[in-house]
């Protein structure tokens, strides 16, 4: 199989990690990035990698750059219909079937829109492996869905001609590594989210909400095994039906998370009162809104995404080796708070 790789969302947290892991470890493969801001040093830190210049929406660009790659990795926006399209639409017109690995995200298991168990625990944790026909049959408005059923469909009609991987990982902590932004979301936005509740720590019901976590590195090291396998014309991994790579190495309830922010918060004097107190669900409501997300809070502080990454372990013997969450949490926090 041939080493042409074409990458988009290079300046983000998950595709600049990814990025720069594939140029640092293979520096032998032909990198080609979509971006739409070249930041300003990034020739001089990447001076073998191709620029193409454009944005998600720029289908054209996107269909000719994905026609003449290998392996194509797609980063940035999980939801984004109209890139997906063009990627597939371009590895489609390859003589031989590409690889595509797709981000997706643990928040399509989210148990938000139902109120059984937000501020519980709840029991059910998904296996990438036992449980991946559930996985395609969950509900057409959960999160990220509309994208995996778009591969579904492909898969379904074109299995012959393309392989896909499904890269799922749960929420993400530590210094990512790319050109642009290298800090993930939860924590900022929890941070953020601290003043419009009386500056307090907050969780709902017992807070024993739980979700899965995984450290940056340990995430790269999984994107690292798929794209090698890749570029190996498919090597040890799976793909299509059976591509699909849960990635978490660890679980954490809300309220151990945001305890821990807490103390580091009220260490630091942004907050007088680091101890957590439980919220109604207005105030939870109350604390980030986007008009085309209802729920969104809810997803963020008070429902569960449990998952367990089967697959990888499997096929990759891959299992966290980075800092656990708790341990390194106080950096997360510290940039959380630098950017307030
Ligand atoms: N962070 C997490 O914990 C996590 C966990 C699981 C899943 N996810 C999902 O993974 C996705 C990426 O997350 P992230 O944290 O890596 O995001 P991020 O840091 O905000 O990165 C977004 C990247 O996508 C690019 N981008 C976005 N829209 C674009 C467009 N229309 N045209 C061209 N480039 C575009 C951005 O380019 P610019 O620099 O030009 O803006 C940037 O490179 C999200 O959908 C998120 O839901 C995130």
Not at 187 to 196: A, L, R
Request: hydrophobic share 40%; glycine share 10%.
């Amino acid at each position: 199989m041939g080493r042409k790789i074409f990458l988009t969302g290079a300046t983000g947290y998950i595709g600049g990690s990814v990025f720069d892991t594939i140029v640092t470890h293979h520096p032998e493969y032909e990198v080609t990035v979509l971006l739409r801001n070249v930041p300003q040093d990034f020739s001089s830190r990447y001076p073998k990698v191709k620029i193409i210049k454009g944005d998600y929406d720029s289908h054209d660009i996107l269909a000719a750059a994905t026609s003449n790659a290998d392996v194509v990795v797609h980063n940035g926006n999980s939801d984004h219909e109209p890139s997906l399209k063009a990627i597939i639409s371009g590895l489609l017109t390859r003589q031989t079937p590409g690889f595509l690995l797709h981000l997706s995200g643990s928040g399509i298991l989210s148990d938000f829109r139902s109120d059984t168990y937000l501020g519980k625990l709840n029991p059910k944790i998904w296996s990438d492996v036992d449980d991946r026909d559930a996985i395609s049959r969950l509900p057409d408005d959960a999160l990220h869905r509309n994208t995996e059923m778009l591969l579904g469909k492909t898969v379904a009609e074109h299995g012959d001609k393309i392989n896909i991987a499904i890269m799922c990982p749960p929420d993400i902590y530590g210094k990512g590594k790319g050109p642009g932004k290298t800090w993930s979301a939860f924590v900022p936005m929890y941070v953020d989210s601290v003043p419009k509740v009386n500056n307090r720590i907050f969780y709902y019901r017992d807070g024993a909400n739980t979700r899965s976590w995984v450290h940056i590195d340990d995430l790269m090291t999984l994107y690292l095994h798929v794209v090698e396998a890749a570029v190996a014309g498919g090597g040890n991994a799976q793909w299509n039906r059976e591509g699909y790579y849960f990635a978490g190495t660890q679980e954490h309830s809300h309220i151990d998370v945001v305890s821990a922010i807490g103390k580091h918060l009220s260490a630091q004097g942004v907050i007088e009162n680091g101890a957590p107190v439980a919220v109604d669900i207005k105030a939870i409501d109350s604390t980030v809104n986007v008009p085309w997300l209802p729920g969104l809070a809810r997803y963020l502080w008070a429902s569960n995404s449990r998952t367990r990454a089967d697959r990888a372990r499997k096929l990759f013997g891959y299992q966290g080796k980075a800092p656990g969450l708790l341990e390194v949490l106080e950096a997360d926090v510290a940039h959380a708070i630098s950017k307030t």
